[in-house]
């Protein structure tokens, strides 16, 4: 029963970005920096878990759920190794997504050819 | 002065044409589909968690969304590549971006637009137009973040 609430959750804040993207005709560069640092302001002030305890994938899927692991391994890496871990902290949580993202997208776009040219 | 006035009178001509030209979306049709969309990716992920948790129950929640991620990463880069990502993004608007599937979308979408530029000025250059300020902007903010737990 829980996926509702993923669906619901997960529909409502794409439903912010096209919000955004009606209003004010913004690019989508700008949309995912905007979600990426609602995540960390998110985590940063411990709303985060609270939410993904219900929403799970609604709000983890999002890239909100990026910006929130980055803040989560800084704090977490800042409270174990301090300002050094601070620097480490956010992209080791993030790594894995980054490293698959870049990797792929290496991959495919060796294999595939782009299809707007043809 | 007559130039400058002459030149004003023109840009503004210019900008009310480039806004009649500017597609209009129509905002409730869009809304819902964003929300469809975005609302069905989110389900496919939790779905993909869901089944990762069932095969390896000893695995750890963080690895788990990690794998789901990567799995969701996987995914849209494919449909990137053979251009099914684009036409479910023509439909869905922000239901395509927010989710991590548009991240990875905008990391393989100008890599390939630009492969004919070659590997490294194309492919490689290319990859980070988006996801590079994602990046920046985020890994600033959660050091600062990080800097301030260090002091509560």
Not at chain 1, 29 to 46: D, E, K, N
Not at chain 2, 130 to 149: Q, R
């Amino acid at each position: 029963m829980y996926y509702l609430w993923v669906f619901l959750i997960g529909g409502f804040i794409c439903m912010l970005g096209q919000v955004l993207i009606i209003y004010t005709n913004i690019t989508s560069a700008r949309i995912l920096v905007t979600f990426v640092i609602i995540g960390v302001l998110l985590q940063a002030f411990g709303i985060f878990d609270p939410i993904s305890e219900f929403a799970r994938a609604g709000i983890n899927v999002p890239i909100i759920g990026f910006g929130a692991s980055l803040a989560k391994g800084a704090i977490s890496g800042a409270q174990s190794k301090g300002l050094l871990g601070a620097f480490t902290g956010g992209l080791e949580a993030t790594a894995g997504g980054i490293a698959a993202a870049i990797f792929f997208a290496f991959v495919f776009s060796l294999i595939f050819k782009s299809k707007t040219k043809s | 002065m007559d130039k400058i006035m002459e030149e004003k009178k023109r840009n503004e001509a210019y900008a009310k044409y480039v806004q009649a030209k500017i597609p209009k979306t129509k905002a409730w049709p869009s809304l819902f589909n964003s929300f469809l969309v975005g609302g069905i990716i989110c389900c496919i992920g939790q779905g993909i968690n869901d089944l990762i948790l069932l095969w390896f129950p000893n695995m750890a929640e963080q690895s788990a969304w990690a794998y789901t991620l990567i799995v969701l990463i996987f995914i849209a880069s494919f449909l990137t590549g053979i251009g099914v990502y684009d036409k479910i993004g023509k439909f869905a608007g922000g239901g395509s971006i927010v989710p991590i599937t548009g991240f990875s979308n905008s990391i393989t979408s100008p890599a390939l637009e630009f492969k004919h530029e070659g590997v490294i000025y194309g492919i490689c250059v290319k990859m980070f137009t988006i996801a590079g300020p994602v990046i920046v902007v985020g890994v600033v903010a959660s050091f600062l973040v990080g800097v301030v737990y260090l002091f509560i």
